[in-house]
């Protein structure tokens, strides 16, 4: 037989709103508790019995929420935050963040990434041209051996591949710049604090030096794991992936911290990293009937000179970095918001502060 309502109380089976728009019903079956004390379990038969309750709303905890807090959402925490993922939203909470960061930054992050990333690329690859060591196409007889190869060719391509390397490190340097100040214009935008592209360039020149070294030794780590079996490397570029947005928000050791946050929620930290480089390989695939074009309708010996084909690689090569770096930046950001928030209540504002 149903016990009547309480006065004052909503009668069983009615709701009260939660966060993210959840709600639970309350059970009369439990008093309220207002001594600040943990959750105890749902007294009684009933669907709810054996549930853990709230002090202040005595029902059941909403799914996600972590049994034994005494308020819904905990203190610190604000659902609607337009950087930080809550616990308990989930993938969708993750992607309409992103979503948003895009929304809200293009028109500034575009400029960023256009100076920084896509034209640092167009010049490093036309500078590279003239050096490429092209083989002389001279037919040979059926069955003969192959042709010597020229006098000095080895030379000229280790010329060519330290040319590459020297640029490759230059241009680090130079995304470094992009890659601190596009994290200075996500965060603050999210805190609603204005973000001149002038003022976030000069953040990113401060900053830059030492992400640039950091991003080095991460390389340098992926080369070695690449070499070492391929799978290795593949973790180092996984677990090591957040060490910029950790060593611009904390500073410190960013390769072991970051590590530390990956095999911390593994599944959720590998998933969120996965659809990044997902999403940022769609990007690259529009590269590839370039480079297969040049290559079956382009004349070899024109390797290296500026011919059309190499001048069109080049020039869809910078393209692509738009889009390829703004996807990389906004979902690092947004995991590492995310990943944050799991481990204490933090906030965009907050965030924002601690880029300095």
Same mark, same amino acid.
């Given at each position: 037989m149903?016990?009547?309502?309480?006065?004052? *109380?909503?009668a069983?089976?009615?709701w &009260?709103p =939660?966060?993210?728009?959840?709600?639970?019903?309350?059970?009369?079956?439990?008093?309220?508790?207002?001594d600040?004390?943990?959750?105890?379990?749902?007294a009684?038969?009933?669907?709810?019995?054996?549930l853990?309750?709230?002090?202040?709303?005595p !029902?059941?905890v909403?799914p996600?929420?972590?049994?034994?807090?005494?308020?819904w959402?905990?203190p610190? &925490?604000?659902?609607?935050d337009?950087?930080?993922?809550?616990?308990g939203? !989930?993938?969708? =909470?993750?992607?309409?963040?992103?979503?948003?960061?895009v929304?809200?930054?293009? *028109?500034?992050?575009?400029?960023?990434?256009?100076?920084?990333?896509a034209?640092?690329?167009?010049?490093? $690859?036309l500078a590279?041209?003239?050096? &490429?060591?092209? $083989?002389?196409?001279?037919?040979?007889a059926? /069955?003969?051996?192959?042709?010597?190869l020229?006098?000095g060719?080895? =030379?000229d391509l !280790? @010329?060519?591949?330290?040319?590459l390397?020297?640029?490759?490190?230059?241009?680090?340097?130079?995304?470094?710049? %992009?890659?601190?100040?596009?994290?200075w214009?996500?965060?603050?935008?999210?805190?609603?604090?204005?973000?001149?592209?002038?003022a976030?360039?000069?953040?990113?020149?401060?900053r830059?030096p030492?992400?640039?070294?950091?991003?080095?030794?991460?390389?340098?780590?992926?080369?070695?794991?690449?070499?070492?079996?391929?799978?290795? /490397?593949?973790?180092?570029?996984?677990?090591?992936?957040?060490?910029?947005?950790?060593?611009?928000?904390?500073r %410190?050791?960013?390769?072991?911290?970051?590590r530390?946050?990956?095999?911390?929620?593994?599944?959720?930290v590998?998933? *969120?990293?996965?659809?990044? %480089?997902?999403a940022?390989?769609?990007?690259s695939?529009v590269?590839a009937p370039?480079? @297969?074009?040049?290559?079956?309708?382009?004349?070899?010996a024109?390797a290296a000179?500026f011919s059309?084909?190499?001048?069109?690689?080049?020039?869809?090569?910078?393209?692509?970095t738009?889009? &390829?770096?703004?996807?990389?930046?906004?979902?690092l950001?947004?995991?590492?918001?995310?990943?944050?928030?799991?481990e204490?209540?933090?906030?965009?504002? *907050?965030?924002?502060?601690?880029l /300095?």
């Amino acid at each position: 037989m149903s016990q009547p309502p309480v006065p004052d *109380r909503p009668a069983p089976g009615s709701w &009260y709103p =939660g966060e993210f728009g959840q709600t639970t019903s309350w059970d009369p079956a439990v008093p309220e508790r207002t001594d600040g004390s943990a959750p105890q379990p749902a007294a009684g038969p009933g669907p709810y019995a054996g549930l853990p309750t709230y002090p202040s709303h005595p !029902g059941p905890v909403p799914p996600g929420h972590p049994p034994g807090a005494a308020h819904w959402p905990p203190p610190g &925490y604000d659902p609607a935050d337009p950087l930080v993922t809550p616990p308990g939203q !989930g993938l969708s =909470g993750w992607f309409s963040r992103c979503a948003g960061v895009v929304r809200r930054g293009w *028109r500034q992050l575009t400029p960023i990434l256009l100076l920084t990333h896509a034209l640092p690329t167009l010049a490093l $690859l036309l500078a590279v041209v003239p050096l &490429y060591p092209v $083989l002389p196409l001279e037919p040979t007889a059926p /069955g003969a051996p192959p042709a010597a190869l020229p006098d000095g060719y080895l =030379g000229d391509l !280790g @010329v060519f591949f330290a040319a590459l390397l020297g640029l490759s490190c230059l241009l680090a340097l130079v995304q470094a710049v %992009g890659w601190a100040a596009g994290t200075w214009v996500v965060a603050r935008q999210a805190a609603g604090e204005p973000v001149p592209v002038g003022a976030a360039l000069r953040y990113g020149l401060r900053r830059a030096p030492a992400l640039w070294g950091w991003t080095l030794v991460y390389g340098l780590l992926a080369a070695v794991g690449l070499v070492l079996c391929y799978l290795p /490397g593949l973790y180092v570029m996984a677990a090591l992936s957040l060490f910029g947005p950790v060593l611009l928000f904390e500073r %410190g050791a960013p390769l072991g911290r970051a590590r530390e946050m990956f095999h911390a929620r593994l599944g959720a930290v590998l998933g *969120r990293i996965a659809l990044v %480089g997902l999403a940022a390989s769609v990007f690259s695939l529009v590269l590839a009937p370039v480079q @297969v074009a040049g290559a079956l309708l382009g004349d070899p010996a024109d390797a290296a000179s500026f011919s059309g084909w190499n001048v069109a690689y080049a020039v869809v090569a910078a393209v692509i970095t738009l889009p &390829y770096g703004l996807v990389h930046l906004v979902g690092l950001i947004v995991t590492y918001a995310e990943q944050r928030a799991c481990e204490a209540p933090v906030t965009a504002a *907050r965030l924002a502060g601690e880029l /300095g």
